[in-house]
T-cell receptor
Framework: DAKTTQPPSMDCAEGRAANLPCNHS???????VYWYRQIHSQGPQYIIH?????ETNEMASLIITEDRKSSTLILPHATLRDTAVYYC????WGQGAQKLVFGQGTRLTINP | ETGVTQTPRHLVMGMTNKKSLKCEQH?????MYWYKQSAKKPLELMFV???????ENNSVPSRFSPECPNSSHLFLHLHTLQPEDSALYLC????????????????FGPGTRLTVT
């Protein structure tokens, strides 16, 4: 699976949009971009995933660049409960693709 | 109950004890996973099960023994643990092992915080 690079920490004001970047310059054509988050001492929570088109769900939006070498997770109106570590993971499909390789992620702090 | 549940949530055990962690998923998934998260380290995959069959053992010491009696339940049997095994143990499930898009996402339980004294 491709390696991802994320900033170690970010701050965002409550009510503003939080934009979390992720670089995955070695991503291959059949690999998806997944985002998870982990609130302190809880299990990781699936947020969203995408292949090449932008995606939106009730939690967030995912913007993937045209060359697919980077992506941005957008939390449109951040709340204090969005404070967590956010993980960007690139993962393929097919036999042996079950591994989610978690890096260090971005620690997002939402400030009141 | 919905989602993925784990019991107990907290466990303190001595190095000579035997204990078991339980995971149950109510999502109708076919694949289940055990992960370990030590302090200030990324999550590490330990075991993978698909349709009750173990498909991956990520070089886990034999003092950790998984069991998957059916697609909804997963156990981790612990014996003769070391203090360095203290960690958050997380269970997850997914629809299957091969889906890359929808169906490929994993759903995690709240974890068991294990302390070995």
């Amino acid at each position: 699976d491709a390696k991802t690079t994320q900033p170690p920490s970010m701050d965002c004001a409550e009510g503003r949009a939080a934009n979390l970047p992720c670089n995955h310059s070695t991503i291959s054509g059949n690999e998806y971009v997944y985002w998870y988050r982990q609130i302190h001492s809880q299990g990781p929570q699936y947020i969203i995933h995408g292949l090449k088109n932008n995606e939106t769900n009730e939690m967030a939006s995912l913007i993937i660049t045209e060359d697919r070498k980077s992506s941005t997770l957008i939390l449109p109106h951040a709340t204090l409960r969005d404070t967590a570590v956010y993980y960007c993971i690139v993962r393929g499909w097919g036999q042996g693709a079950q591994k989610l390789v978690f890096g260090q992620g971005t620690r997002l702090t939402i400030n009141p | 109950e919905t989602g993925v549940t784990q019991t107990p949530r907290h466990l303190v055990m001595g190095m000579t004890n035997k204990k078991s962690l339980k995971c149950e998923q109510h999502l109708g998934h076919n694949a289940m996973y055990w992960y370990k998260q030590s302090a200030k380290k990324p999550l590490e995959l330990m075991f993978v099960y698909n349709f009750k069959e173990q498909t991956e053992n990520n070089s886990v010491p034999s003092r950790f023994s998984p069991e998957c009696p059916n697609s909804s339940h997963l156990f981790l049997h612990l014996h003769t643990l070391q203090p360095e095994d203290s960690a958050l143990y997380l269970c997850a499930s997914s629809q299957d092992l091969i889906s890359g898009g929808m169906g490929g996402e994993q759903y995690f339980g709240p974890g068991t915080r294990l302390t070995v004294t």
